[in-house]
Structure formats: C-alpha cells, structure tokens
C-alpha cells in the first residue's frame, strides 16, 4: 500500500509518501512561509520524485492539527478534495500525536506541544511502549502553567518536543527542571510519522466527515456561547 | 477572440459566506449550480464571522462538489477546466476553494482558471441574457460597490469604486440600528415599500466629474437621526426611515450609473450583485432604463447572490481566453479586476 500523508498544520509543511516497509520519500520545511501556495507544487513533487503517479496512492493521510487554523485547513481541504475526486482512503491523524512520534526511543513520558499564544498551548501526553508512542492523556488547550503543574505529579521522566521552546522552556525548566528538551532534530513534526500511523488506522467511513481539530471554537462563537449563559 | 468555442467548466466560489460549485456549458447554461449558504449560522453574530465561514466551507466543500458534478451528469473526462475564485473576498474563505481547486486540477489534470469575484457576478447575465457591448455594469453587494464599463467579453475598466462602506454594507448597518435581522436589504426593502420618503437624508454626489460613491456619511446619518428621536422620547416610523434612506441611496445609485451609461454611449446596463435583489433598486433601474432607451439585464435572485455558476461563467471567457494558474496559486483578498483584462 502506498500511502501520501500531508501536513500544513503548524509552521512545519511536510509531505511524504510511503509503504508499509519503506519511506520512499519525504519533504520537510520549517520556515515561514504560505502553505497555500506551496503545499499542492509539493505534492505534485513528492509523488513523481518517488516515481508513482495519483493513481498508485491507495491512502491519504492527513494532520488534522491542532494548530494554525489556516494551516490545517489548506493541508485538510487539499486532502480530503483528492481522496474524494480520486477516490483514495483517508486517515485524519493528531498533529500533536504526529510529534510525539518523534520520543519513540525515549523511556518515559512524552509531552509535544505548539504554542497557541497567550501562555496557552495546544499539548497532551503520550507514552513510549512496546515500539508504539501511545497517547495517555488527550489533546487540549491549556494554560503550560497549569499544564506544568498537573505533570509535575508524574513520576516519570518527561521528554518535551516542539519548535516553540523559545516561549516556554524557562517555564518549563522552572517547574520541571529534571525534564528532557527536545533536540532540533526531534522537534519538527515528520509527515512519514503521520503516514506510519495511518497504516494501522481504519479509514474514514465518509471523506466528507473529515474536519479539522481546533480544540477551540472559534472566538465569535465563544463569545456568542457566553452571552446567552449570561442571559439566563 | 473566439469566445463561442464549445466548453464545460466547473466553478468554485468560497469567497464570503456561501460554499458554491456549478457545472456550466458554454459560459451560458446551467447545468447544475450548488450552494450550501451559511446565512442562518451567521445570523446570530449580526454578520459574517470569517473564522465561522471558513470552518464550514472545509466542512462543505466536497459535498457541494459532488452534488454539482452528480446533478450536472457529467464525467469529469467532460470538463475542460476547474474555474475558482482567486479574490477579492475574505482570504480565510477564499483559500478552500483555491486549495480545493488546485487538488482537483491536478487529480483531474485540468486546467487551472482564476476567476475575479466581480467578473462573476457581471457574467451572472450570461446565463440568462446574452452580453451586449459596450456595457455598463453596477455591481452593489455587502462588498462592494463599483461601475465597471466593459468595451467587449474580458475587458473591465473599473470608472467608479466606493470610497468607504459598500452599499450593501450601509444596508445591514441601518437595518441593526432599525433591529432588522441580518442581512440588512430584505427587512429595509419591505418597510421602505411601506413607508414614505420624507426625511431629508444625504446624497454624496462627491466631485461633479466622480463616478466614485460614499455612503459613511448617509449611514451615520440615519444612526443619528434614529438616536436623537430614541432621546427624545419620540417614535420615528420605520418605514419612513427605511424608505427615506433606500431613496437616498437609490438616487445616487441610479443617477451616476445612468450618467456613465450615456457618456460611454454603452448598448446595455448590467446590475450584479446581492443588492441587486432590492425590489426598489430594481424598479428605479427598469423605467430609467426605459427612459434612455438602453436595454437592461438583472439576473434572477438566485445568481444575485454569491453563486458559483456565475464563476463558471466568468471562468469560460477566462477559459478561452488563456488565463491559466498553476498548483501555486494562492487567494488574493484584493485583487485587481484590471488583470483579468485582455
Ligand atoms: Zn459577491
């Protein structure tokens, strides 16, 4: 099975095509720059530099964020019009559970996380056993103060990934200060990962289904929400 | 150019708050036309919300794709091109469809035409009325508010543009002050049908050469004249406010459009976009019209309002013409009509 995962959801933009045995290929950037007018050249790139056509892709696999609104939705637009039009299955997987991949060879907890501005970050916990990083406790928005403080009752060692410690490792050396920082290498979310994944996931029953995961309503609409418990 | 060359295309439209797609032959008929609008999710903000709209566009996107294709009963062997919206429009909104777009392009191997949201609604007529040069077109929307002459198929020169709020904008501002429902036009078009024009509200006519509109200063105005009476304790008719102001802005619509359309000696009037469905708008248009003997073209209701049968027919002249984009193109929220001239 060949399998073409897509991720725009965060600053990092990767695509990558592999088998169940192989990564034949993989592009990854993690410079600023607009998703939607690179994301589609390189997956046109990706899929003839690995000598395949559309027609030989059997699955697409996608990161479903959280992160950048806009970001996630180019790269779950993009994937969800192909699967559809080119009738391919499609695997939405966490951009978060993505990273965490990264820890597999680490003995102990794993902690991804993006920074979503305002000392809040999208993160949750993950757990390196028997040769697959599971997640242990769910994706969220959070305060990484508090976030910080519920992870210091763990007893485990603690590996943290993301490009973004530069907002929040004096916190995070603060509170934790016996954790691990991810290395450069480790801390840009790898699109082979996400299709890793998707091999072992059943596909979605209806492609129209797939949305992306914000794990935030959009402000108008909390707004809207708190307005109308005031009333009551 | 030959513009009568044979041609299906497939149009998307995401610019604002409506997820369309549309199968159109020829630039000029409907073979199917979708639109799924998020009006009644957006009316409990008081307007669109872009992050909202763009939420739901991902959400609609294929669906609205496949119903079009399925009611079209075309194989996608019969497509010549995939025509989307490029802007202007709200960039959240308009980057499903392009992305949407270039997927399909490339799975499909077709080719790729950008399409202005404004030539869309002026070949909105083409559906339903062929295209008489040279042309006039008034496009007044909740975005926009121009007079755009057309000296043949592909040819826009924008004469007059709005200044500050578009008309459609001042419609949904005065309707909130009247505790109208969003959007504004419908509620102010059926009270000012009942109501008369009595107060004396301002026209912006700007320079006498202008063909430029404003209409800040009639909307601030109707704010303030509905304020003071709620001051003073009076009770103000609605009607009259509503018919007063739809008047004012009537005037300036339909003076300057007929103004250009003699001094550019045009053989027809185009009027495009959502408030085009204001009943006042319409009948002032018809017997001025009548009155210089210039024929007039206003679409039905339904391709008023953001469609996207009306950029599948923007994207059939773009088709012919040459206007192609590769995997790269991205949404513009400003474009420029002027570049998709010939
Ligand atoms: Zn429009």
Request: hydrophobic content about 40%; aromatic content about 6%; glycine content about 8%.
């Amino acid at each position: 099975m060949n399998i073409l995962a897509i991720d725009s959801s965060n600053l990092v933009m990767g695509v990558a095509v592999s088998t169940e045995t192989k990564v034949l290929g993989e592009i990854i950037t993690n410079v600023k720059k607009n998703h939607s007018i690179r994301l589609m050249p390189a997956i046109e790139q990706i899929i003839r530099d690995v000598d395949l056509t559309l027609d030989q892709i059997d699955r697409i696999a996608v990161a479903i964020g959280p992160g950048s609104y806009t970001g996630v939705r180019i790269g779950v637009t993009i994937a969800k019009t192909l699967a559809w039009t080119a009738n391919k299955e499609i695997v939405g997987v966490s951009s978060l559970e993505a990273l965490a991949q990264n820890g597999i060879h680490f003995n102990g907890l794993i902690v991804p996380f993006f920074d979503a501005r305002r000392g809040q970050v999208y993160t949750g916990l993950y757990q390196s056993k028997d040769g697959k990083v599971e997640c242990v406790q769910e994706d969220r928005l959070t305060m990484m103060k508090d976030w910080l403080a519920e992870l210091k009752k763990c007893q485990e060692s603690i590996l943290f990934l993301s490009n973004d410690f530069d907002k929040h490792e004096a916190l995070i050396q603060e509170i934790l200060p016996n954790s691990v920082i991810g290395e450069a290498v480790y801390n840009n979310p790898r699109p082979s990962e996400i299709a890793k994944l998707a091999f072992t996931r059943e596909p979605s029953k209806d492609v129209h289904h797939v949305v992306p995961s914000y794990l935030r309503l959009a402000e108008a609409e909390s707004k809207w929400l708190e307005k109308q418990v005031n009333k009551k | 150019m030959n513009f009568e060359k044979p041609n299906i295309i497939l149009g998307i439209e995401t610019s604002c708050d409506e997820t369309a797609a549309a199968v159109v032959e020829n630039g000029t008929v409907i073979r199917s036309s979708v639109v799924a609008s998020q009006i009644e999710i957006h009316k409990r903000f008081g307007g669109v919300v872009p992050e909202v709209a763009s939420r739901h566009h991902v959400e609609q996107f294929t669906v609205v794709c496949e119903q079009a294709i399925k009611e079209a009963n075309v194989e996608w062997e019969d497509i010549d091109a995939i025509a989307v919206t490029q802007g202007p429009g709200l960039i959240g909104a308009l980057l499903i469809g392009v992305n949407g777009a270039k997927a399909l392009a490339f799975a499909h191997q077709k080719p790729l035409v950008p399409v202005h949201h404004i030539a869309g609604h002026i070949y909105a007529n083409r559906l339903v009325n062929e295209m008489k040069f040279p042309l006039l077109a008034l496009i007044v929307s909740g975005g926009h508010t121009e007079l755009i002459y057309m000296r043949s198929h592909a040819s826009y020169e924008v004469i007059g543009e709005t200044r500050d709020d578009a008309a459609g904008e001042a419609f949904d501002k005065v309707a909130r002050t009247l505790d109208l429902p969003y959007p504004g036009g419908p509620g102010i078009d059926r009270l000012a049908s009942k109501g008369e024009p009595i107060i004396d509200f301002p026209r912006a006519w700007l320079e006498p050469d202008s063909y430029d509109f404003s209409f800040s200063g009639l909307k601030s105005a109707v704010i303030n004249v509905v304020h003071n009476a709620k001051q003073k304790g009076e009770t103000i008719s609605k009607e009259n406010i509503a018919a007063s102001f739809q008047e004012s802005v009537m005037d300036v619509l339909v003076a300057k459009t007929m103004k250009a359309a003699k001094e550019y000696h045009v053989e027809q009037i185009i009027v495009a976009g959502g408030v085009s469905a204001n009943q006042g708008l319409r009948k002032r248009m018809e017997s001025a019209c009548h009155d210089a003997g210039i024929p007039l073209s206003i679409p039905p209701l339904k391709l008023c309002t953001d469609n996207a049968a009306m950029i599948a027919a923007a994207g059939s002249i773009g088709y012919l013409k040459g206007d192609r984009a590769d995997l790269a193109l991205n949404g513009n929220p400003s474009l420029a009509i002027e570049k998709f001239s010939i």
